[in-house]
């Protein structure tokens, strides 16, 4: 036993020096491959996969190596970066849980030599304003709110829906740039197109989640019995989806709700279903250039040096029931 013990021992160091030469005669390693993390604040929404799974498309074509992390707060996002630094990456992307959590992460990556590049949710300084200098991509807000607000009065029309039956259900989340500037350009396209502002009415929500938006259009609905109809917009599709589920809640169906989106990758099981329902329709965001592109654009800049522009914007197409999966399909999304 022992001898049997003794001669394994033998054997080992033999293969740990024969490994050492080897190691000692090879030529020496290119430098390691570039590594970028890619921090987004919730994981669990198919816009953030989506995201990840275009930044795995840009690892492959790019041959950097690729580090993905949730965090919902700004104790697990400092975390990340730290955790980003120890493992040798050089910069990352983020669409931050909090926007105001901008100059405690500008600092944590300048402190760790990270190069650093938003996505989504711009960055506020401590004064509340966009931190305008740190790199950006995110969606044409206004623009794709307003495209929202014509195609809600599209299918008002075509419904033969009155203003004095119908009002319209905004839910927002003024918090957040993004989110305020799509319902305040939905709102606007709806006045313009004639739509009494006075039966325009906000559902506040601090969070972008189906069940915060459920509840905001609960409490509101207890206060509007009188309403027949509703057109429905939001910051994305949770929360026109929390808004639709809410008034189904209270007898609303298909019928009496025209809900429309925003992201258009939150919403394919909804609109999947084969019965409609109050949600027809959403307005799809490119998430390959949110998770592929702002991937190139950080390798380049730490590969070559090619500062990527400070703001990119990015525009949508609407999809309904009728073209949805001819749309996903040229764009990727689904097979
Ligand atoms: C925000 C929203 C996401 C998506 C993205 C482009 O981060 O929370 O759902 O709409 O902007």
Redesign the pocket.
């Known amino acids: 036993m022992i001898r049997a013990l003794m001669l394994a021992f033998v054997a080992a160091l033999a293969a740990c020096s024969k490994e050492n030469s080897a190691q000692q005669n090879a030529p020496a390693p290119s430098a390691a491959p570039i590594k970028l993390g890619f921090i987004v604040?919730?994981p669990e929404?198919p816009?953030?996969q989506l995201e990840w799974q275009f930044a795995d498309e840009a690892q492959k074509q790019f041959g950097f190596s690729l580090v993905k992390i949730g965090a919902s707060d700004g104790e697990r996002v400092l975390a990340a970066i730290d955790n980003l630094a120890a493992q040798g990456a050089q910069g990352f992307v983020i669409?931050t849980p909090d926007v105001r959590l901008g100059p405690a992460i500008v600092a944590r990556a300048k402190a760790k030599n990270l190069k650093l590049f938003t996505?989504?949710?711009r960055f506020l300084g401590v004064d509340g304003k966009p931190l305008e200098d740190v790199h950006y991509l995110?969606?044409s807000a206004s623009k794709i709110g307003a495209s929202v607000g014509v195609a809600l009065a599209a299918e008002q029309l075509k419904r033969g829906w009155t203003n004095d039956e119908t009002g319209v259900i905004a839910v927002t989340f003024e918090e957040?740039e993004?989110?305020k500037e799509?319902t305040d350009g939905a709102i606007e396209a709806l006045v313009g197109s004639g739509f009494p502002a006075a039966r325009i009415f906000k559902a506040p929500t601090q969070k972008?989640e189906i069940p915060a938006a459920l509840d905001a259009v609960s409490a509101l609905l207890t206060q509007h019995g009188d309403v027949k109809r509703w057109l429905v917009c939001g910051?994305?599709?949770?929360a026109v989806l929390g808004a639709v589920r809410a008034l189904e809640g209270r007898g609303f169906g298909p019928d009496s709700v025209a809900g429309i989106g925003?992201?258009g990758t939150?919403c394919i099981v909804e609109l999947e279903k084969a019965n409609p329902t109050g949600f027809c329709a959403s307005v799809l965001?490119s998430a390959r250039q949110?998770g592929y592109q702002t991937c190139e654009m950080l390798y380049r800049w730490i590969k070559d040096g090619v500062e990527p522009p400070l703001e990119t914007r990015t525009t949508g197409v609407l999809i309904t029931r009728a073209n949805f999966k001819r749309v996903l399909k040229d764009q990727g999304i689904t097979r």
Do not use: P, Y
């Open positions: 604040k919730q929404e816009w953030f669409c996505v989504d949710d995110g969606i957040l993004t989110a799509r972008s910051m994305n599709d949770n925003i992201n939150d965001l949110h």
